[in-house]
């Protein structure tokens, strides 16, 4: 299923977000309107102040808009009491982070049932699914390794593994290759292609453009306002 011929995953329609300050109000979005669909690989950049974490925090269900639509397979997310927004950020969403953030005491498939574990999924049926999610990521040797003994490549695996494992619908990755050489940035992002292509809408926020640019399409985010360059040929 290409991006173009689904049904958007996610439509932000006219959304911005103003923060109060003691100065007064501060714009950190203004008018934004993008859908993603399942298959996509998308990469959003920007400059440091620009807005890119501010509308990943909206998408990740982190942040309501002030103004404007956010629906998540269909459903309008802004008005949802904060009960229902975590239980559709846990059940439909993953997380990767530029650090990681594993626990270090767990193994690798110890770190990867966490999610299922939130979701109250049996022990057994936790265990089962986080083997295999490793292996999908190509750490089915590595199930038991502690996080201080896996190279930098290999502990994103592990973080791509665990924010995959619940089958989320949206994965949203927050400078995923920041703390990797470019030969493993490269394998990362190849792997998150491959999610991609196999049903996952996957949004990469990063300042690197040559990891922006294996994206299937690159959204432009200046001074809060969302800008999306002409198709490729």
Do not use: W
Request: charged share 25%; with cysteine.
């Amino acid at each position: 299923m290409t991006g173009s011929a689904a049904a958007p995953v996610l439509a932000v329609e006219g959304v911005s977000r103003v923060y109060e300050s003691p100065a007064g109000p501060v714009r950190a979005l203004t008018d934004v309107h993008f859908g993603i669909a399942a298959g996509e690989l998308v990469a959003i950049t920007g400059p440091s102040g620009s807005g890119k974490s501010t509308l990943l925090n909206v998408l990740g269900l982190l942040d309501r808009p002030t103004e404007g639509r956010y629906a998540l397979r269909g459903e309008d997310t802004a008005d949802l009491p904060e009960g229902a927004r975590s239980r559709l950020r846990a059940q439909r969403i993953g997380f990767v982070f530029q650090a990681f953030h594993l626990v270090g005491h767990k193994s690798a498939v110890g770190n990867v049932t966490l999610p299922l574990m939130y979701n109250n999924v049996p022990r057994r049926v936790r265990r089962r699914a986080a083997e295999e999610a490793l292996r999908r990521v190509g750490l089915g040797h590595r199930l038991y390794a502690l996080p201080h003994t896996l190279s930098g490549g290999e502990r994103q695996r592990v973080a791509i593994a665990r924010s995959t494992v619940h089958n989320p619908v949206l994965l949203l990755c927050d400078e995923p290759t920041g703390n990797l050489d470019s030969e493993t940035s490269k394998s990362v992002m190849d792997l998150l292609g491959r999610l991609a292509r196999e049903g996952l809408a996957v949004v990469v926020v990063t300042h690197d453009l040559a990891v922006a640019e294996v994206a299937g399409r690159v959204l432009r985010v200046r001074d809060g306002r969302l800008t999306e360059p002409a198709a490729r040929p």
